[in-house]
């Protein structure tokens, strides 16, 4: 019964968290000194008729608490503004992006979730050992790597053997679907390898720190004591245990996943939100600014509120 | 299994020439290493309970730990372990495996924490039962919830996690998980340690009926004579990884041959002997110091589901005079420590009054509430916490002068701190003044810190369960100075303690507290001999007397009620 | 709280306070490691402008020379010397970082010790902020902000510091709510100190350890954001920092011509002073976590020493 508190608690702030990113980015884009209120209707060579359409649409020379009105209610019936750059609506840019973001930042951070898990607890019961040692020093050196780096080192050393930029062959035309699917995958291989390489260091020091943490728990001496097999040790007492500090601590990593991936869709010309994003800054695309941080701050919201409900299936003990 | 047909002189547990030494790494056997037990022999016949007694660091649960086979991978050890006669060491950890919780099970000391908190008691329990193939998979639960009625627990308990168990429910589920293989020995860690004294006399109760039920050999690893006393056959006493007296406890508490053990029986706290060990007793009627008048105080972090308007304090009355030490006794959570920060004005009351030489104390200005600290001080319980690590002693003694801008200068504040060092005892106090914390033992740290508090020559001092973290042998120093302080300074002495036979040996009057009321109060003799509450003689007789013969009637007359 | 009248004491009797244990890190090999990374590049950093062996402004050679002895990390597109750009980049690079860092460390310490010594409304008000912070995406935050405001150091360095105090602030609190029930400072309460005396005099100073800690840690994080917000040019493009060294190499074709050497001494300059940091605020934290002192499942098992009536064991 107090359980269900915690659950109610989790969904309000995750709802404030979303409103509140949702009156910054109003207050970004419109307040602050040096972003002109006209901006939105700027788009360049639109018409005439076009600008007054869009000044109207968005009450431009209405007050400012008319605009946040408007602003709101514009958000939720998908108006999002016109991009500057291919004038089409932001809305419609953003869903193509987030088609293609979906695919490399998901897989790629299962695989480093599933990797990190593997490698940190692998190490954290061979505490001190050899094996121990390398592994945690080679997470170490993964993760001090800037994912820029990383991702142009590998440009370079596979170059010619997997493609580099994009997300389809250029010169290949009249593809079958499934030659499609290929050609997709197959250039999906370098962003997902960069994301998985950079992500399973954070999570694999992350995980072996929780573990440590929880091999010295007294309930890890009853388990021996009852004279149960190492293997059984480890999985339902230690990372059982273990498994509550990692969600939270990965859905705090959210934040770097998508630092992550916007680096790596810059690096490899992705199309995805990351790129969008990019290319929205160097053309002083405020409307794709606006909706594409917009966009990645609820899927992280959102993701963040899975993690507080699985904590929550995950710890009896959650009260409050 | 080897069948108990080879007669009863096999014993079911023997510890022959047992040593353990430390090593500061798994791998550096050689270079620094202390040698924590040392040729150690022990015999445990089925169906014996055996104390292993002793103060801490003297290597008894090493004892235990390295009979289990559980002991770090700094440890190297000789020596044999025979179970029904079968050496269990001898194959190092990977053999032990198969003989744990099968032949030998163990109920640890913190029984909070020794359950998986993420998994039901049934889970563990059935764990226990099926990984050692004892019972089948259908009959499991059914075995799981016979085993919870034989420790006195409902079978609902088998659905529900550990934290939603109380202390000594906790200590039941983990003793039923310890026979669920029918061990043939028994090895409990302080079982009761953490335990309130009532419910400490219904688990030794439990497993002493458990030991006869099932043949089973106990060892019981206690700091506390008085529970050996109460439910051992034997007991062992160790000294520095040496056990240096062995007998029956009979014998060991009328004829105690090592100096060592008469020690520790005189200084085990005893119902019988607490008013003969009386010092003084101010009897004179002086000035009143602390008035208490109906206080109520709320539970600090109320959950919205428990009854708002159950206090954790309740209408709370006393008075302590000058000269006058008071105790406050309780159980845990009876609202025994919130009523003391209450009148330290630690916490926010609900209602009532405090006064301190007469003054209201609850409305104060800050600036009055600093002065009031000067004429209240309060000694906490754990001696290791009380100081700040980083001050030397006379840092530390010297803070509250500071704070109160009292001594001028430094000689003369430095006069004030030499005075308050020696008057606690810790002479010459030059020796003392530069040093660090972790350089002084446990009694020195808590003189430290009532010399902290004496420094500033308080009216009335607080105490809170000033010597339960300290070894027993050291505890009547810091309660002798308590005592000396009262008459010395005719201070008015306040002192919470769970503990009724230290209130009965030094407090002139004893206030019982339950459930945030003040249950009785009386002068120590009253209480001892003509309590008028139920609760009272409850608690009077759970204390576990040293004196093994006074446990014979103890039992008897609880097994009848 | 609930139970136990004698519990056991959280504190290892035999301690002597956070600083001997930060000075007793450093005689291990990954803190001492860390610890001379650190100091080998601020040395250098802070040495550049005399080292540096060509300028970073006029060409001294071809374009995209390899690497050979008179330039021994070769040249970028315009013909200037990689190993003169890596000095003089690092040396904004680590001041950006150490300013960064600075500004979260005040922030994250200040809200920390604030919200955990009053607790209450104060810490709820405080921790949702920090919440926030911590679920908002800080790279894309940095991104729009910085895209907002215009590229500039003095920007970036705001824009790093302003927003990754979070992680400080949560340790900072835990560490302080649990000293605030700590005996010792109960008893300074006690005897009639101030609020200011007790964290200025208790607090402080037991945390100062772990702020040591965080203060390097953010570090790490700091160099990095700035390297990634100079690769998207957000950074000041006349600045020369291991971020804009990587961007300009990676706009000007470093990776389709092969010149692996216009990016390697930055990116790796970049990894071997993050690895330091961390390396060295991982092995403080770690020393000061109480819970990793104990390990009750340890690769190696105790052993078994045979005695035959001789040697020092045999009684």
């Known amino acids: 019964m107090r359980r269900t508190g915690y659950i109610w608690k989790r969904s309000v702030f995750a709802v404030v968290t979303i409103f509140a990113a949702v009156s910054f980015n109003f207050v970004l884009f419109r307040v602050l000194p040096g972003s002109a209120i006209t901006r939105i209707s700027r788009v360049p060579n639109a018409s005439p008729s076009m600008k007054k359409a869009l000044a109207e649409q968005f009450g431009l020379d209405k007050s400012m608490w008319d605009q946040y009105w408007l602003y709101l209610k514009n958000l939720f019936t998908g108006n999002w503004g016109i991009s500057y750059s291919n004038r089409q609506p932001v809305i419609e840019n953003l869903a193509v992006a987030f088609g293609n973001t979906l695919p490399v930042v998901s897989i790629g951070t299962i695989v480093a979730i599933i990797l990190g898990i593997l490698v940190g607890v692998h190490s954290a019961v061979r505490r001190g050992t050899f094996a121990d040692h390398f592994s945690t020093n080679l997470a170490v050196l993964f993760y001090a790597f800037p994912t820029q780096f990383l991702g142009m080192m590998l440009l370079i050393f596979f170059a010619g053997v997997l493609p580099a930029a994009g997300t389809h062959d250029p010169f290949a035309f009249n593809q079958t679907p499934w030659e499609s699917f290929l050609d997709y995958s197959k250039h999906m291989i370098l962003p997902v390898l960069t994301l998985v390489l950079t992500l399973y260091a954070e999570n694999a020091l992350i995980v072996r720190s929780s573990m440590l943490e929880t091999l010295g728990e007294d309930y890890i001496l009853t388990a021996r004591a009852k004279g149960l097999s190492r293997r059984k040790i480890i999985r339902d007492y230690a990372m059982r245990n273990a498994l509550l500090p990692i969600v939270t601590m990965v859905a705090l990593a959210l934040g770097a996943i998508v630092s992550g991936a916007i680096l790596i869709e810059v690096i490899f010309s992705w199309p995805g939100i990351g790129r969008a994003l990019y290319d929205a800054v160097l053309q002083r695309d405020y409307p794709m600014l606006q909706g594409g941080f917009l966009i990645i701050t609820v899927v992280v919201v959102l993701l963040n509120y899975l993690a507080d409900l699985a904590y929550y299936k995950l710890d009896p003990r959650v009260v409050d | ?561 | 709280m609930t139970e136990g009248q004698i519990r056991q004491s959280k504190v290892d009797p035999s301690s002597r306070g956070g600083w001997w244990t930060v000075l007793n890190v450093l005689r291990q090999p990954t803190a001492a490691i860390g610890f001379g990374i650190l100091a080998f590049f601020t040395v250098i950093s802070l040495l550049s402008p005399w080292i540096k062996p060509y300028s970073t402004h006029l060409a001294s050679c071809a374009v995209f020379e390899p690497p050979s002895a008179s330039h021994w990390f070769g040249c970028d597109d315009g013909g200037i010397d990689v190993l003169s750009l890596t000095l003089e980049g690092g040396l904004i690079s680590m001041y950006v970082g150490f300013t960064a860092a600075t500004i979260t460390i005040l922030i994250g310490a200040t809200i920390g010790i604030v919200s955990g010594y009053f607790g209450g409304w104060i810490d709820t008000v405080l921790m949702r902020i920090t919440d926030y912070f911590l679920v908002v995406p800080q790279l894309v935050l940095m991104i729009v902000v910085a895209a907002v405001w215009g590229p500039s150091l003095e920007h970036v360095i705001l824009v790093i510091g302003l927003l990754l105090w979070t992680y400080t602030a949560r340790i900072v609190r835990a560490q302080v709510k649990s000293l605030r029930e700590r005996v010792f400072i109960r008893r300074a309460i006690s005897i009639g100190s101030g609020h200011l005396r007790i964290i200025w005099r208790h607090i402080l100073p037991q945390i100062g350890p772990l702020l040591v800690a965080s203060t390097v840690l953010a570090i790490t994080v700091a160099v990095f954001n700035e390297t990634a917000l100079a690769f998207l040019g957000l950074s000041d493009p006349t600045a020369i920092t291991w971020g804009t060294i990587m961007e300009h190499a990676f706009q000007r074709a470093a990776v389709s011509t092969g010149s692996w050497w216009a990016i390697v001494p930055a990116g790796l300059a970049v990894a071997i002073l993050i690895m330091g940091c961390y390396m060295l605020g991982r092995s403080i934290e770690d020393a000061l976590n109480p819970r990793l002192r104990v390990s009750y499942l340890s690769p190696y098992s105790w052993q078994l020493r045979t005695l035959v009536g001789r040697g020092k064991g045999a009684l």
């Open chain 2, 1 to 561: 299994m080897t069948s108990s047909t080879a007669g009863s002189d096999v014993p079911a547990l023997e510890i022959s020439n047992l040593n353990v030494w430390f090593g500061t790494s798994h791998r550096s056997s050689k270079g620094q290493e202390s040698h924590a037990v040392k040729a150690l022999n022990l015999k445990v016949m089925p169906g014996e309970r055996v104390g292993l007694v002793g103060e801490s660091g003297c290597g008894k649960t090493t004892t235990i730990l390295s009979a289990m086979g559980l002991l770090p991978s700094t440890a190297s050890v000789s020596g044999e372990v025979l179970l029904n006669g079968v050496d269990i060491i001898s194959g190092g950890e990977s053999g032990m495996a198969s003989h744990r919780w099968r032949e030998i099970a163990m109920v640890f000391q913190g029984a909070m924490s020794a359950f998986n908190p993420v998994k039901t008691i049934g889970w563990q329990i059935i764990e226990a039962l099926r990984i050692h193939n004892v019972v089948g998979e259908k009959q499991s639960t059914s075995r799981a919830i016979e085993l919870l009625g034989l420790v006195g627990l409902k079978p609902n308990v088998l659905d529900l996690y550990p934290h939603q168990l109380s202390g000594g429910m906790k200590q039941r589920a983990m003793i039923a998980m310890a026979i669920a293989c029918e061990p043939k020995v028994l090895l409990a860690d302080e079982p009761t340690t953490a335990l309130d004294v009532v419910i400490q006399d219904q688990i030794l109760n439990l497993l002493t009926s458990l030991t006869e039920e099932l043949n089973l050999a106990l060892v019981l690893v206690t700091h506390d004579l008085g529970v050996v006393a109460q439910s051992c056959d034997r007991a062992a006493v160790m000294l520095g990884g040496q056990i240096v007296e062995e007998g029956a406890i009979e014998k060991l508490w009328k004829n105690p041959s090592h100096e060592y053990t008469r020690k520790l029986f005189n200084s085990t706290p005893d119902l019988a002997s607490a008013l003969e060990k009386r010092k003084s007793s101010g009897s004179e009627k002086k000035a009143t110091l602390l008035e208490v008048r109906d206080l109520s105080v709320k539970y600090e972090n109320s959950h919205p589901t428990t009854d708002s308007r159950k206090l954790a304090v309740d209408g709370v009355n006393f008075d302590v005079r000058a000269g006058e030490l008071v105790a406050l006794v309780g159980e845990s959570g009876c609202g025994k420590t919130t009523t003391v920060q209450a009148i330290m004005g630690m916490v926010d009351i609900q209602a009532g009054e405090i006064r301190v030489s007469g003054e209201d104390t609850v409305r104060l200005r800050p600036s009055a509430r600093k002065q009031l600290r000067r004429s209240m001080q309060l000694i906490y319980q754990d001696p290791y916490e009380a100081l700040d690590v980083r001050f030397r002693v006379k840092d530390t003694v010297e803070e509250p002068l500071v704070i109160h801008g009292i001594g001028g200068n430094r000689a003369s504040r430095l006069q004030l701190i030499i005075e308050a060092l020696e008057e606690v005892g810790l002479t010459p106090a030059s020796a003392f003044l530069n040093r660090f914390p972790h350089e002084l033992s446990g009694g020195q740290r808590q003189r430290v810190a009532i010399a902290a508090s004496i420094v500033l020559r308080p009216k009335v001092l607080l105490a809170d369960e000033p010597v339960s973290m300290l070894d027993v042998t050291l505890r009547s120093g810091v309660l002798d100075l308590l005592d000396r302080l009262r008459s010395a300074h005719d201070m008015g002495i306040l002192m919470v303690t769970h503990d009724l036979s230290t209130a009965i040996e030094h407090a002139d009057r004893i206030l019982v507290m339950r459930d945030g009321k003040i249950e009785e109060e009386g002068t120590s003799n009253a209480i001892l001999n003509s309590p008028r509450s139920s609760y009272t003689r409850l608690l009077l007789d759970s204390v576990p007397s040293p004196n093994p013969d006074s446990k014979r009637g103890l039992v008897q007359k609880n097994l009848v009620s």
